[in-house]
């Protein structure tokens, strides 16, 4: 099938403005007679429910969390990005979107990604007005940095805790919709299906976290803000319990998934310390503004400490091979060039998988006070994780999973192929392209869930009669039934082995065969080795308690359940995209220069899959991309 | 980082089935931890242990694990998040003990805070206080360019400093009084010190402190334990700009 992603015709500049017009309304009165649910109370779930509920509708959100202000958009440190050019640095919409386009090496959608960068400047503005606390200059004014991708200081931020911020902002616009009563928030529910009657997502699933009962919701559309799925490399920049549960449950109810195998593989996390290890801690990107990224280069050097190489033995590899953008190239060639360092024996620290990003120069330029300004915070947390004070000695940096640009496929108005089933933020496949450049992630967010889906949402409920909540339809209850006969299955299998085993597990073949270099030898193997790890996860789990009590492995389970499913999707989607390109680099594609080698003739389309059974072969749908405003071109940081 | 030598700890926990049982201690033994776990992985090695041995594990709230998100909350050896300035228990690393150790664990224990299981309890009561006005009532779209509206630095990095707060409850759990002052003063005074939120100032601090006390929460007699166990170190001054702002906002 050839998908049409129904996006606006005619001038770029005029796409949004049009669109808003010709999209169908929602008269005040008759908003209050439709239901929405979000789930997920992220930047998108957040300010989309905030945002709908003030407008009027029905909103019932969920989060898995025991307060919606947790949700993992909290964790973002960077910063937002705005073409606002109040630096007069030469920044202007059509900018952001180029930067965009490029930066995602030419797999997003145009209008879509023209609307993002149109609407990045309300934002701010919106964001503002709640009370985030953002940097200012000593003039009063809304301060700028500079993130990887781009040669303009567009990006506006908020010490290094942006996310935490912007994310209370849409907490507190949340709260204040929850009190008035058009939103009815329910804390510590996790979606475990998508119920769709006559094709058409009518409502979800959800298991109360605290007592286990199954619960029922309906409404007359669902938004999915459930956020992205490197967890499946088990050892991620994400929180513990972010998952794939929410968007591959749709995906099996019908939703095509997109480009899942565009993963973004971030340069600046602190390595790994030992098998025990849960997560890794990113440090963020705008610590690259200041710091200088080096590893020795001689091998024989690389035991030795860093203050005794001197500086004609270090090798400055970004400022070397990419002198326009140096230390600031975008994040799937930075973390590349970092493996590609270690892959040669150049690496530091334990195993040899580490690069140092050093702040002496900066430290002499503008003094300690300065960087602990600017930086402060990261430094301390560095310091507490490894026990080392990196104003004296440089950190130890590697790449790591960090942020997924696929996602479920949705049309210009974010509704995916199914009926009333709406996906925003990290969910959804369609700004970030093969690669997402830093301070994007909540920029889209927010566009999604403040200035998208409030006009687009109305454009689709006009179309339909309001249905009511009520969840007596039989798919409803045959939804409790799949979900239920699962749990039960989880629980009984008695075997030997913990959830967390069978997620390390998945974690080495996904990291090994699926990361940040694939092959179609790789890819091969992740998917005959997937299916096996499968199988013996469902005769071999151990799950300790009960199904009626709060019980986290079972919760776990699900999850790692999902995950070994949808790994292999992504190893499928991998080795059939025959081309390099952003995040995802296939070894036998790439330039003489071990650049990504696109494949624009052949491959320059989104891949939406179509689950046809576990274990089965999905089905590959193609959304043609075309390219009116940016024109296709080589990507090239040098 | 070479191989280091590894820790055996003696862990008393907290164990609660659910809200209504009594709870009790139980000790446990924590074996092979080095000193790059971070408290949390030292509990996952305790928890794939008892799992093992086909025992419950302790569950614990958790989510982010860079001391963001304000999910974890434990009281350790008396101290909420174990004392380490500025520090979550997820960011808790156990170099900061020594082999032979007992390490007692808690939930965090207030009025307005019922256990739910374990080492879980709710704090919805930190949502109800926000709800009561811990924002500005502005409207998506329709508000004026950022830029229109001009913040001293100074002041926009002490609202800031307010800002910090990750709402984990660590103050209420370091009260003797169980109080919530540092957490609600917190957003009070952000929204205080900046223009955006002066015109709701009266009636903010009003709604918020009420909605504090019919939460459960405690009032403030200065013993300053909440400033001790802010793990983003949320001074108690912003209690004292509360204070000025409630009684500002009797003659509003």
Redo the contacts between chains.
Sequence with gaps: MILDGKCPTGPIEKSWDKHRFDLKLVNPANKRKYNIIVVGTGLAGG?AA??LG?LGYNVQAFCY????????S??AQGGINAA?N?PSDGDSILRLMYDTIKGGDFRAREADVWRLSQVSN?I????????V??????????DNRSFGGAQVSRTFY??G?T???LL?GA???L??Q??LGTVK?Y?RREMLDLVVVDGVARGITCRNL?TGTLESYAADAVCLCTGGYVNVFYLS?N???CSVTATWKAAKKGAFFANPCYTQIHPTCIPQ??E????L??MSESLRNDGRIWVPKKKEDVGKRPEQIPEEDRDYYLERKYPSFGNLAPRDISSRSAKEQCDEGRGV??GGRGVYLDYADSIKRLSEKVICERYGNLF??YE????DNAYKTPMRIYPAPHYAMGGLWVDYNLMSNVPGLFVLGEANFSVHGANRLGASALMQGLSDG??VI?YTIGGYLATVKPVGTNTDHVEFKKSIEDVNSTINKLLNINGKK?V??FHRDLGKIMWNNVGMARSKESLTEAIKQIPVLRDEFWKNL?V??TGA??N??LENAGRVADFLEFGELMARDSLHREESCGGHFRVEHQLPDGEAMRNDADFSYVGAWEFKGVGKEPELHKEPLKFETIHLAVRSYK | MSEHKTMTLTLIVWRQKNANDPGKFETYTAKEITEHHSFLEMLDVVNEDLINTGKEPIVFDHDCREGICGMCSQVINGAPHGGQDRTTVCQLHMRKFKDGDTIYIEPWRARAFPIVKDLIVDRSALDTIIQAGGYTSCHTGGVPDGNTIMIPKPIAEEATDAAECIGCGACVAGCPNGAAMLFTGAKVSQLALLPQGRPEAAARVKNMTEAMKECGFGNCTNHYECQVACPKGVNVKFIARMNREFIKAQFA
């Design positions: 300010a905030a945002s003030e969390q025991d307060s919606p202000r947790r949700a993992h909290i964790a606002k109040y309300n701010i503005d919106q964001c503002v007005a709640q009370g606390p953002f940097g200012r200059d000593y003039a009063g004014y809304l908020s010490r805790e996310g935490q911020q209370l907490y507190s616009a709260s204040r929850i009190k928030m804390n605290i920049t929180a513990k319990g310390a030992g025990y290890q849960s997560k801690t990113l620290g334990p301390e947390m507490r994780i490894t026990d403040y200035f409030p913990t967390t085993e151990k300790t308690g009590e709060l986290q492995q």
